[in-house]
């Protein structure tokens, strides 16, 4: 769009009192300072153009309620801004601003606050002070720390911080008390602040690819919790007050160094969706069992030698990762697994199949490569539903008639052995 057929559409949208804009994607280089003629706006949509700039008339929109500037190159946001004191949203994701003037928290009717994808290193102070403010987003910039006064936002139900270079969260964090979703996902933070159990309404707390090496005790005290990532960090050990998150739906700790699991894990009756690969135990306490609700489990790329009976408990799974183990056998109990459809036990030392996994009924796949099997039990031709087996490198030399009984086999993966 030239700018003379801009400035057609803004004295076209003066005369008519127009309270919508949508020039988004119309490849402007700049705004001219006749925009400050549009006094009855209420939304104004310049996404996706070539902005490097914004004129100081922006600070004439008094009425504006919603301003999307995302998807440009500004790199500075001229004072006027402020003026803006009936914005509700403000987007200006994905642009090139290094610095926040404080005259843009004088926007106190703000509740959402889009500068993600920029190269912000700070927060001014007076951040504080836009106590309506509901929804955060500073994903993807520079941030190394974050001001005490980020503690002030009483309103605030989400803080997205995810990819920046967080070392630390000041203790003023706990004073968030209506966040629910809090993602921190990609930082490097070493520890947690106690002053964390404080964000009673949490929901969503997302730690994964951080540098933590222990979790407070006072994590225990998100009872609201339903998910909960803890993926690639350092951890070595859970503390046992993760089994009070009783609301737990979802919980992930692949990635990292846990050596022994907590009895009280046992105690998250409402997982759904459990993933502990690639971590460094070598046993389930019997309490697992009990959680009787899992429907996806991720064991793979542990030390597991063996499963206590109580595994057979967990009759609601529907998928199981048992991959790159060192189990040399599957308890009997495994046929008690109903509803699974996924079974991957691939890379372990199993030299036999227990003639109970025919009782798979809905089993569709089933992934045993790279074990020690020389023959496969004769109930194997009862899995009716299995669309998908991988035999390969094992010690087969020929494959049981019953292979022949499944119907809907369609994947057939089987290298022979000589005999």
């Known amino acids: 769009m030239t700018n003379q057929e801009l400035l057609q559409i803004i004295k076209q949208v003066a005369k008519e009192r127009v309270t919508s804009l949508d020039l ?21 949509n310049i996404r996706g153009n070539q902005l490097t700039a914004l004129p100081p008339e922006i600070g004439q929109l008094t009425n504006l309620t919603k301003l999307h500037i995302g998807w440009n190159r500004l790199t500075a946001l001229p004072p006027e801004i402020g003026q803006l004191t009936n914005l509700t949203t403000l987007d200006l994701n994905k642009n090139r601003l290094t610095a926040l003037p404080p005259e843009i928290c004088q926007l106190s009717n703000l509740t959402t606050l889009d500068i993600g994808v920029n190269q912000l290193t700070a927060l001014p102070p007076e951040i504080g002070q836009l106590s309506n403010l509901t929804t955060l987003y500073l994903n993807k910039n520079l941030f190394t720390a974050l001001p005490p006064e980020i503690g002030e936002l009483s309103n605030l139900t989400t803080l997205d911080l995810n ?41 969503t707390l997302d730690l994964n690819k951080n540098q933590l090496t222990a979790l407070p005790p006072e994590i ?19 503390p046992p007050e993760l089994g009070q998150l009783f609301n737990l739906t979802k919980l992930y700790l692949s990635v990292n160094q846990v050596t022994a699991l907590p009895p009280e894990l046992g105690q998250l009756f409402n997982l759904t969706t459990l993933n502990l690969s690639n971590n460094q135990f070598s046993a389930l306490p019997p309490d697992f069992g009990q959680l009787s609700n899992l429907t996806i489990l991720y064991l ?10 109580e595994f057979g408990l967990l009759s609601n799974l529907t998928m199981l990762n048992l991959s790159d183990n060192q189990l040399s056998a599957l308890p009997s109990e495994i046929g008690q697994l109903s509803n699974l459809t996924t079974l991957n036990i691939r890379g372990n030392q199993l030299s036999a199949l227990p003639s109970e996994i025919g009782q798979l009924s809905n089993l569709t ?13 004769p109930e194997i031709g009862q ?34 052995v000589q005999a």
């Open 383 to 416: 899995l009716s539903n299995l669309t998908m087996l991988d035999l390969n490198k094992n010690q087969l030399t020929a494959l049981p008639p019953e292979i022949g009984l499944l119907p809907n086999l369609t994947t057939l993966n089987f290298d022979y």
């Open 163 to 203: 990819k920046n270079r967080l070392t630390a969260l000041p203790s003023e964090i706990g004073q968030l008390s209506r966040l629910t979703t809090l993602d921190l996902n990609k930082n490097r933070l070493t520890a947690l602040p106690p002053e964390i159990g404080q964000l009673f309404n949490l929901t």
């Open 220 to 238: 225990g005290e998100l009872f609201n919790l339903a998910t909960l990532d803890l993926s690639n960090n350092q951890l070595t050990a859970l």
């Open 24 to 44: 988004s994607r119309k490849k402007l280089t700049a705004l001219p300072p006749e925009i400050g003629q549009l006094s009855n706006l209420t939304t104004l």
């Open 365 to 377: 796949t089933l992934n045993v490569r790279g074990n020690q099997l020389a023959a496969l039990p």
């Open 300 to 309: 793979g790329w542990c030390q597991l030698t063996a499963l206590l009976p």
